[in-house]
């Protein structure tokens, strides 16, 4: 693990994400993709994570630092959620690793969120995606990390600029000054190569994932599988019930 991504959802994780691994060359655990395409163990584990943030205790202390070592474990960065609410563990897992935080304009941040939790939020999701595996964890996943987020920034959902200046606040708090980074996506290459220490990529342009509508086509896939599967299974149900009956026509 050479870099802690720390800035929040929608501040250009996408596109940091796909930067990294041409500068890293190697894999980066981008939370939202990884959760949502990974096994059932993976979005379970940091489901547990959150659920037991803050620890009350050393062992459990120990318990959310180890499953968090076991899940990033391989990756040279870790961006998005929730690594990004988990920094203060992250850092102490990876002494050297640094921190950078992905910034942008607040306001647009905070629209941008509102936007977010109107595509998550509808309770017809659950029943969409029950039949879909890991996705259908989701919803779950979901209310756990708004739960992390009021306990961490005071706040309830949707997020306001409030929670995007106390993440900052939080990371200053968190993280020693001569490792915490701030960088803006759109200044491209030159300033996050000079804080890594890497060479610009040359003829290369820097990565530009609108995360807004990467997170939108993805939702609209996952909720057509869902709706596909559920079509699926009442077909099923529906010609096995004809043929049942049918077949007990037969018989009477």
Known sequence: MQVICAGLSRTGTSSISRALEMLLDGPVFHGGTQLCLGPEAEIKSWMKVLSEWPPTNAAMEQEILNTIRVRT????????????????????????????????????????????????????????????????????????????????????????????????????????????IFYDVRDGWKPLCKALDRPVPEDVPFPNINDGKAIQTFAMKQIKRGLGTWLLCFSIIGVGSFMLFKAWGTLF
């Not at 002494?95 to 509102?114: F, H, I, L, Q």
């Open 73 to 180: 474990d391989g990756y040279v960065a870790i961006t998005d959620a929730p690594g990004c609410n988990l920094v203060q563990e992250l850092v102490t897992l990876y002494p050297d690793a640094k921190v950078v935080c992905t910034v942008r304009d607040d306001e647009a941040w905070e629209r941008s969120m509102g936007g977010l939790n109107d595509e998550v939020s509808p309770s017809a999701l659950h029943f969409i995606l029950f039949l879909l595996p890991t996705m259908r964890l989701f919803p779950a996943y979901v209310q756990i990390l708004i739960s992390h987020w009021v306990k961490l920034y005071g706040e309830s959902n949707p997020p306001t600029v409030k929670t995007y200046h106390r993440h900052i606040a939080y990371l200053k708090s968190v993280v020693p000054p001569e490792r915490l």
